[in-house]
């Protein structure tokens, strides 16, 4: 059982308790950093945002049902009050308590429902080379997003391909996705897709400098379709990583992307390869 099962099955068999980042970690085996990480990459959300739509969910099915009273099943999904728990109901699924319990029906609403690693793409990986990687120096476009919104990473990528030719002093054909600077218990993380240059002086204005220090990195190689990142980058975690005696760093920069020069933006075909720092 994987890091992400046991978080998950921990949250279920506590989901009526107040919830607790630590406690989940320590159920999972992994720090609260690596948990906070991993699982909003995965599950597409963080802890806390997974544990309030499972609250929320399971309220709704109790108002679909025709609960009476609405201050109860508020209290049974950890809320002090009506107007609190209305206000988190309503920005969950944009209906109001009562709407539901007069529809009578959850058919219109994006629940959160209990997940389970069959739920996630997987995918054969090769085993990783342990190199080290950088220092780097790149300049691209960078974004922060939401983990519910990482599949929107591409768009950036569409918005970043015709100002790539206006950088100076490029290498053309080294290309990298850098994830970073995620806070433990934000629900998100940046990325910058971004292009090597042998100087970061004159960036056009818009673009940002990325600083790849030099990093000991799990490699792993794939020669599949760039479509494939996802299902790759969910096999590391659910499969290498806890079988692995190596850990990933709980350093700003959580992954890389290395797009090389046989890789083919056009098609997308060609491999690519997915950096995972290490501790030390």
């Known amino acids: 059982m994987s890091a992400i099962e046991r978080a998950i099955w921990h949250i279920e068999a506590h989901l009526s308790d107040p919830f607790s980042l630590e406690d989940t ?3 999972a085996g992994v720090s609260k950093f690596h948990l906070s990480r991993v699982f909003g990459l995965l599950i597409g959300m963080s802890p806390s945002a997974f544990v309030r739509g499972r609250r929320l969910t399971r309220a709704a099915h109790d108002l679909a049902a025709g609960a009476p009273d609405i201050l109860s099943v508020a209290l049974d999904a950890g809320y002090g009050s009506h107007e609190a728990f209305t206000r988190a109901f309503r920005a969950q699924f944009g209906l109001a308590p009562e709407t539901v319990r007069e529809n009578g029906s959850v058919e219109t609403l994006s629940l959160v429902e209990a997940k389970t690693m069959s739920d996630l793409p997987t995918i054969a990986i090769a085993e990783p080379e342990i190199i080290e990687r950088g220092p780097i ?4 476009l960078q974004e922060r997003f939401s983990f519910s919104e990482r599949g929107s990473i591409p768009t950036l ?6 100002l790539m030719m206006q950088i100076p002093d490029i290498r053309p054909g080294t290309t990298y996705g850098v994830m ?9 993380f940046d990325y910058a897709a971004a292009i090597a240059v ?3 002086d004159d960036i056009p204005k818009g673009l940002a400098a990325v600083r790849i220090p030099r990093l000991n990195c799990a490699v792993f190689r794939h020669g599949g379709h760039v479509a494939e990142v996802g299902a790759v980058c969910n096999a590391i975690y659910t499969d290498w990583v806890p079988r692995s005696d190596q850990r990933p760093a709980e350093g700003p920069i959580q992954m890389i992307e290395h797009y090389p020069a046989s890789f083919n933006a056009m098609t997308g075909e060609g ?3 997915i950096w995972l720092p290490l501790s030390d």
């Not at 970073?180 to 998100?188: K, L």
């Open 180 to 188: 970073s600077g995620s806070v433990m218990g934000e629900d998100g």
């Open 25 to 27: 970690a320590r159920a």
């Open 198 to 200: 042998e100087s970061i």
């Open 271 to 273: 491999g690519f390869e």
């Open 157 to 162: 990528w569409q918005k970043f391909m015709p």
């Open 137 to 140: 120096l790149a300049a691209g």
